[in-house]
């Protein structure tokens, strides 16, 4: 791979770091969008029929009217796609090992929800006045 391949990559890599702290749930028209984060891998059936494993960088789960999608980084394919949930046949966590054959709507659904709630109860606890933290959490003078 040429060296200048390879820096526009960690560039790449970088920005989106920078920008993965600006991932917020949103709603987009008639589309909710959870942030959702983890490496996996699918087992994607595309709107022909053909079947193909895909390794994607998730970053956001769009529930809308009639179809979830999760959206991220094709590793392969070098750019953003949305995967329909309903047509992917196997996902795997590719940090934890973790295969999801069943249901994998509702794996994703739970695992954006578990994110939101974690961010939800971190910002609480940052804006919360230190005499106001549960007992414990308050910095010894």
Known sequence: MPADHRDAIVQ???????????????QDGAWRVLPIEGRFELVYE?????????????????????RVLVGGTDRDRDGYRGFRADRIHRL????????????????????????????????RQKTLPEAARPAGKARAA
């Open 12 to 26: 790449r890599q970088a920005a989106f770091v920078e920008r993965r702290s600006t991932f917020v749930e949103r």
């Open 92 to 123: 795997t966590d590719r940090d934890t090992g973790e295969r999801v054959e069943r249901n994998i709507l509702d794996w994703l659904t739970r695992r954006a929800e578990a994110a939101r709630r974690a961010r939800a109860a971190a910002l």
């Open 46 to 66: 595309d709107g022909n029929g053909a079947w193909s494993v895909r390794r994607l960088q998730a970053h956001e789960l769009k529930i809308g009217p009639g």
